[in-house]
């Protein structure tokens, strides 16, 4: 097998991929950049994923595979050792798949149209006010989130898995750790464990300061 390449920006969702692709222990590569700055690296990344957007991880036989929790699923078939996911018959992994889909269906969407509000609300009062909305019900999911789950010692209870590594990164994200410490502090303990293991110390100085 030939490397793994992944396109990645600092602290972005790429390193919930770059993080599953060290403890998979599969061959790869990071390749840094600024995702959202027009030049000749965000050129050769439009070329490979239309809509811009890292991680975009390009396989050995030269495809691109783009959305996070897709490619979780590809390392996880290669790897399934890792552990990144619970076995079929694994009485964890429907709760596995289930949250899977919430942190990316239900999650992410806060920031596709947070982030950039004025792009969809059309002017900037409005925009602040869809900056504000998503925002607040960021953290009415998180709250729902950690309610529903053991999260202790892991998101699953005793068993460790890639929901883990969303919680680790995304916790950096907004509202951020001093939120998630006072209102979600099962969260807040899960980050600090993911950030402590020894498999994925280069990940962490490559993406946070």
């Not at 490397?3 to 840094?32: D, N, R």
């Not at 979780?72 to 790897?79: E, F, S, T, Y």
């Not at 999911?141 to 883990?164: E, M």
Request: charged share 20%; proline share 8%.
């Amino acid at each position: 097998m030939t490397k793994y390449h992944l396109i990645a920006s600092k602290a972005c969702g790429s390193m919930i991929v770059e993080a599953a692709l060290a403890l998979a222990k599969l061959p790869h590569e990071v390749e840094m950049i600024p995702y959202v700055e027009p030049g000749s690296q965000r050129d050769r990344l439009l070329a490979l994923n239309p809509l811009g957007q890292v991680p975009t991880l390009v396989l050995p036989d030269g495809r691109a595979m783009t959305e996070s929790a897709a490619i979780i699923l590809h390392i996880a078939d290669m790897a399934p050792q890792a552990g990144l996911i619970p076995a079929a018959k694994d009485p964890a992994r429907p709760m596995f798949l289930r949250w899977l889909e919430f942190i990316v269906a239900a999650i992410y969407p806060t920031f596709s149209y947070g982030d950039d509000p004025k792009r969809w609300a059309g002017d900037e009062a409005a925009g602040k006010h869809l900056r504000k909305a998503t925002d607040e019900h960021r953290k009415e999911l998180w709250r729902y989130f950690a309610a529903q789950n053991p999260c202790k010692p892991w998101v699953l209870g005793a068993t460790f898995s890639a929901l883990d590594l969303y919680v680790a990164v995304m916790n950096m994200w907004r509202p951020g750790p001093a939120w998630f410490k006072k209102e979600c502090p099962a969260l807040s303990e899960i980050a600090g464990r993911v950030a402590k293991l020894d498999a994925l110390g280069v990940v962490w100085a490559r993406n946070v300061d």
